[in-house]
Every structure is written in C-alpha cells, then in structure tokens.
C-alpha cells in the first residue's frame, strides 16, 4: 500500500487492488495554501467537519465518505471518540480517530486529536504500524503531547502532520519541534512512501513526507 501526503491532515492511500481513500480532505483558503485536491477516491474518511478537514466535496469519484465505524470494499473502519480540545469539547467539540488495515498493515489516524489518550482510547486503536500524527499545537496536540501519544501507541512509523509550514500559516508549531532530540527520523524528498505488512521497521521511525500539493 502507498501513502501520499496530500498536505495539511489530507492523505492519499492506495491499496494494491487500487483501493483510494482520502483522508480529511481541506479547503484551501488565505491561511491555508496548499493546492486544491484533484484527487479521486472510493472513500473519504472525516475526522470532524471543520473546513480544513471535511470538504468531501472536492474529492472526485463520488467517495463513500466515513466518519465512523463502517466496512467498504473489504475494509474495515473503527472510529474512536475523541476531542478536539483538552477540555472534552468545550472549545472545538468533537473529533474522531479513525483506525483501519490495508493490504495488512493498520493506520492510525488522528485527525485534530487535542488531548492524549485515555487508556481506553489507546486500547481500542491497537497495534498500529502507521500512526498519522498532527504534532502542531494550539488546534491540536502539541509536539510534547504528540510524543506521549507516540510512547502510548507504539507505532512502527508515525507520519507527522498538522503542522505550520510555508503552505500553512495557521498559529502553530513547524515539525521541527517534534523531531527535536529523536532518533530515526527521515525527511525523504518525496510526498509519498510504500509499505508491506511484515516489513515495517522494528522500532518507531519518524517519516516527514513533503506536501504533494
């Protein structure tokens, strides 16, 4: 399977039967900048229905979209109840982690997680070989947040994302932050990385993709 960062929380996954979901599709504004998504997709994930999360709209190929527990094509959703705030929703309201398996290989993905995980929380998610991590702050969990999420999941990858950059000017954190003292940590020149069940990495490897758009 392939993971394509389209930018912001947005991803881009292909099974190798040709499976595509999309992820938190945004809508670009004058904050943020990243390109329009052209994509199509059999299935649109929405984490919460914030502009910059939930423009199912712009995502071609009349996607079934989920936004909780629910099986399409073979594979199968599990929504985890989360907030978008520390304060149990009081500031941002509600947010949803959605975790599922492709070609054997479980993602997790967090979407404006705004708090660490309950143990229950953590419990349902599972064994996770991709963690999708938003590591910025103020909207979401912050970089030192984001490493307790880490040390509660114990991923095999985690891709960082939700985080300030030049096509993002939103008032949080760049992911410099996050990676500050870890090790095994890559920044490949690409938007997009490749796994296979039973070659993931043994221990937790950071993987900081660049925005396709």
């Not at 229905?49 to 527990?69: I, L």
Request: with cysteine; proline share 5%; hydrophobic share 40%.
């Amino acid at each position: 399977m392939k993971i394509k960062w389209l930018g912001h929380a947005s991803f881009l996954i292909t099974s190798d039967s040709g499976v595509r979901i999309i992820t938190d599709p945004y809508e670009p504004n004058d904050k943020l900048l990243y390109g329009t998504i052209n994509e199509s997709a059999d299935i649109a994930t929405v984490s919460h229905d914030h502009f910059d999360h939930g423009n199912v709209a712009a995502v071609k190929g009349a996607p079934q979209v989920v936004k909780g527990d629910a099986e399409i094509k073979g594979i199968k959703f599990k929504g985890i109840a989360t907030f978008h705030d520390s304060s149990g929703g009081k500031e941002r309201g509600s947010n949803t982690v959605l975790c599922f398996e492709v070609d054997g290989v479980e993602v997790c993905h967090l979407g404006d997680l705004g708090h660490e995980l309950t143990a229950e929380q953590a419990a349902q998610a599972g064994a996770v070989d991709v963690l999708l991590l938003p590591v910025g702050g103020f909207y979401t969990i912050d970089a030192a947040v984001a490493g307790r999420v880490v040390e509660q999941l114990k991923p095999r990858v985690v891709i960082p994302m939700h985080f300030k950059n030049s096509k993002c000017d939103f008032p949080i954190a760049g992911v410099e932050e996050f990676l500050r003292g870890k090790s095994d940590t890559s920044q490949p020149d690409a938007s997009e990385v490749e796994f296979r069940a039973g070659e993931m990495p043994p221990t937790t490897q950071i993987i900081v993709l660049k925005p396709a758009l």
